[in-house]
């Protein structure tokens, strides 16, 4: 069975702090991989979205890592800010089928 | 939110009634889809829509019919909702292979 899954589940960092989560993936073949941002209450923000052939991409403060022989990727966050608490979501796609969601790594950020 | 919302917000609802929850979209993306969103699961695909009137189920389908008569609208609808169908409901739209945006979800609540 294709999954995702994502580490640690939860996380506590003080502002200003820098910070990388993890997501690996049994997915295959594999299409891309996209990682969300989602904060409570709300419906999940795309962050980045990478191809098999990219090995990173940068959204502001978040770069992801892609590592397709490995089948890794991670999120990193530069300088957070209280407005990053919120889950990170790592989601795989197939080609052609629908997408497979981690179930999150809750963030927060503390002054 | 990319011109998707969600209605209504907010649902309580006793056992074994029928229920149903809205998506619309401005953005006339072909693929809609519905999502549950549980504690401890990643966000799980329910159905969705490829066009109009063209629709295929998701992981976890069983209790759960849609519709779509137009391209803007996406229609969920529990025909006799239990309680394990207590969840946040997403609605997501987006080009096929490209970024989803997510509506502000549905609470639902079963009684």
Redesign the interface.
């Known amino acids: 069975k294709n999954q ?1 899954e994502q580490s640690p589940q939860s996380l506590i960092i003080l502002e200003g702090k820098n910070c990388t989560l993890q997501c690996n993936y049994t997915v295959s073949p594999f ?2 991989l ?1 990682w969300y941002k989602q904060d409570t ?6 962050l980045t ?1 990478m191809t098999f052939s990219e090995n990173t991409k940068s959204n502001g403060r978040y770069t992801a890592t892609l590592d397709a022989d490995t089948k890794q990727s991670s999120l990193h966050i530069t300088a957070s800010q209280l407005s990053d608490s919120a889950s990170y ?1 790592c989601v795989v ?1 197939e080609r ?1 089928t ?7 790594t809750r963030l927060s950020v503390i002054a | ?1 990319a011109g998707i919302t969600q209605s209504p917000r907010h649902k309580v609802t006793e056992t074994g009634t029928p229920v149903t929850l809205r998506c619309h979209q401005t953005e006339n993306h072909r693929y809609m ?1 519905w999502y549950r969103q549980d504690p ?6 329910i159905h ?1 829509s490829y066009g109009v009137k063209d629709t295929d189920k ?2 976890v389908s069983d209790g759960y019919s849609v519709s779509r008569s137009k391209t803007e609208d996406f229609l969920l609808t529990l025909e006799s909702a239990t309680s394990s169908q207590t969840s946040v409901y ?1 609605c ?1 739209t987006g080009p ?10 549905t609470q639902l609540s079963v009684l």
């Not at chain 1, 209450?41 to 795309?46: A, E, I, K, N």
């Open positions: 995702v299409s891309n996209r209450g709300r419906g999940p923000v795309s979205i979501i796609s052609d629908p997408l497979v969601f981690g179930k999150g | 939110d889809y401890g699961h990643g966000l799980r695909l969705y998701g992981e997403f997501a096929i292979g490209e970024k989803l945006f997510f509506g502000s979800g």
